[in-house]
């Protein structure tokens, strides 16, 4: 029976991973865990794709390298996240152009655990749906998404989402940043 998927108001599980933060020789790994995260006091953004070396998955991690910046801009850290290992990882960066000089983390759950607490496990292959969660700087999720295996998702909502979050009043169908927002 798979789990149900965390949602708004739930907590961001705790964890400790492996992740790969460059291609340099000698420093490609690091771990990352979010008690340290959460102590920066900032939004946190963790987009997941099903494996590595496929098709969809890299247009997306391209688009949110490109992006990457807009994130900072808004006090959120940026990780990208799937159940591949490290080593798998930093062969995937190693061999295609577009995944080469990113600038985030990509976290290797090797161990499925996190995709499993946060209810994105696939039943059938054992990799995790195209998620992204969006986390408030005290570790409760705020927005979840949630695509196919074979949909990838915008970039450009993820961020409108977010600004909307962080502004703490009521955004309207549609609203970007710069928009008026209700009055209660």
Not at 5 to 14: A, C, E, K, V
Not at 101 to 119: C, Q
């Amino acid at each position: 029976m798979q789990n149900r998927i965390l949602s708004i108001g739930n907590m961001f599980p705790d964890f400790n991973k492996k992740a790969v933060v460059s291609t340099e020789k000698g420093k490609e790994f690091a771990d990352i865990n979010s008690i340290e995260l959460r102590a920066k006091g900032e939004w946190m953004v963790m987009f997941w794709w099903p494996k590595d070396f496929t098709f969809v998955c890299p247009t997306e991690i391209a688009e949110f390298n490109k992006r990457y910046m807009d994130f900072r801009d808004r006090d959120t850290l940026l990780l990208g996240a799937s159940t591949d290992t490290e080593f798998v990882h930093l062969a995937w960066r190693n061999n295609h152009n577009d995944l080469k000089e990113l600038r985030f983390p990509m976290i290797a759950d090797t161990s499925k655990s996190l995709a499993d607490d946060l209810g994105i496990l696939s039943a059938e292959e054992k990799v995790a749906y195209r998620a992204t969660f969006i986390v408030d700087p005290e570790g409760v999720i705020r927005w979840v998404s949630v695509n196919d295996l074979n949909v990838g998702r915008n970039v450009d909502e993820v961020l409108r989402v977010l600004d909307a979050l962080q502004t703490d009043e009521l955004c309207p169908c549609n609203w970007v940043k710069g928009e008026e927002t209700n009055q209660a």
